[in-house]
């Protein structure tokens, strides 16, 4: 599980209810049925508007996904890579299909089975930057639906807001409950502002920094294994794979280069 993910959620949402309570208020008061329904089934039905049921359909998997993240280390990448590169450059091509069975990362396994049927460079770069392109498509759909809802949240509160000060107005023979009437029509511009920005509009970002670190990854990939495939030296190799990371992770290949 994302422990970022989660305590963040829980230090934004503490920190928005712990003030209100340190103000005076009262825990009761931040339940309202019917401005919860307002907001969430607002944005819920605007946001099913604006997609087709089949990329709707793929909600849950992207919550997983934001939820259990598959952490993959780039300078373990890196090293396969290279190991792969110096048994090709000893034993040559064909050999590497004995190493298929043990990588686990699935755009890895299939770049590397390209090579070893001896595919054009070409087009394995090609077949490669397609499905990168395909991955990022779909982390993009991933994002724009919760980018989505984070745009419609607000809306619906203000709606419901509105909502709730007409039938305020339309019932003003009791003036001393015109102030909590009020109140409980505010909480739904309360409920729209917060859940946009403490969770469709994170998620979003969320998504999106993880895509990144993804693409980063599949590019080491076809990097890796074009270069493999022309029989480039693996401290080579190494060193342009290394271009791909953070300076302080740059860092982290230079033992392994003086190993050598």
Avoid: C
């Avoid at 605007?46 to 997983?64: C, D, H, N, W, Y």
């Avoid at 064909?94 to 590397?112: A, C, H, Q, V």
Wanted: no cysteine; charged share 20%; hydrophobic share 45%.
């Amino acid at each position: 599980m994302d422990i970022a993910l989660v305590g963040g959620f829980f230090l934004a949402l503490f920190s928005l209810v712990g003030g209100f309570l340190m103000e005076g208020g009262h825990l009761a008061a931040l339940f309202k049925p019917s401005a919860a329904l307002i907001v969430f089934g607002g944005t819920l039905g605007a946001t099913v508007v604006g997609f087709t049921m089949e990329e709707l359909k793929s909600i849950p998997a992207i919550f997983r996904i934001a939820m259990f993240p598959r952490q993959q280390n780039p300078l373990e990448l890196i090293e396969i890579i290279v190991k792969l590169a110096d048994e090709a450059r000893r034993e040559g091509l064909l050999y590497l299909e004995n190493r298929l069975n043990e990588i686990d990362d699935p755009f890895l396994r299939k770049s590397l089975q390209l090579v070893v049927d001896g595919t054009d460079p070409e087009l394995v770069q090609s077949i490669m930057e397609s499905e990168l392109y395909a991955t990022e498509e779909r982390h993009h759909l991933g994002a724009l639906i919760f980018e989505a809802a984070g745009g419609y949240a607000p809306t619906m509160g203000i709606i419901g807001t509105v909502m709730g000060l007409v039938h305020v107005l339309g019932n003003m023979s009791d003036p001393s409950s015109l102030g909590p009437a009020i109140a409980v029509a505010f909480m739904a511009t309360l409920y729209g502002v917060s859940s946009a920005n403490i969770l469709w509009l994170p998620l979003a970002t969320k998504l999106k920094n993880m895509s990144k670190k993804e693409v980063i990854l599949k590019q080491i990939i076809i990097e890796g294994m074009t270069s493999l495939q022309a029989g480039h030296n693996p401290m080579l190799i190494r060193e342009r794979l290394s271009a791909f990371l953070k300076p302080d992770q740059q860092q982290q290949t230079k033992p392994a280069r003086e190993e050598e």
